[in-house]
């Protein structure tokens, strides 16, 4: 089990940029993938970004391709999700999961989440 802490969600304007933290707890959080999700009022959790254990491979949701970058530093056991260009579409409670696969979708744990608010 990996215990998830998200960080540095705000209130952003459109076209402004935040950056997203997911720090862990537990031995093998850097053997594992991980990914950031994201749900709006009155709308199903959707998947935004991906990173393999390494941060090798990444993996983006078609709406945020382009203006978010996900990425990982497994000495700090954390990873972060840069969001330029935001959208106020883009405004939502952002989640970490873990562990995360191409395949398999969201694993078991998850963060409390934290809110993305992006004004027009």
């Known amino acids: 089990q990996v215990q998830l802490v998200e960080s540095g969600g705000g209130l952003v304007q459109a076209g402004g940029s935040l950056r997203l933290s997911c720090a862990a707890s537990g031995r093998t959080f850097s053997s594992i993938a991980v990914g950031w999700f994201r749900q709006a009022p009155g709308k199903e959790r959707e998947f935004v970004a991906g990173i393999s254990w390494n941060g090798g491979r990444t993996y983006y949701a078609d709406s945020v391709k382009g203006r978010f970058a996900i990425s990982r530093d497994n000495a700090k056991n954390t990873v972060y999700l840069q969001m330029n260009s935001l959208k106020p579409e883009d405004t939502a409670v952002y989640y970490c999961?873990?562990?995360?696969?191409?395949?398999?979708?969201?694993?078991?744990?998850w963060g409390q989440g934290t809110q993305v608010t992006v004004s027009s």
């Open positions: 999961n873990a562990p995360w696969s191409y395949v398999g979708g969201p694993g078991a744990d």
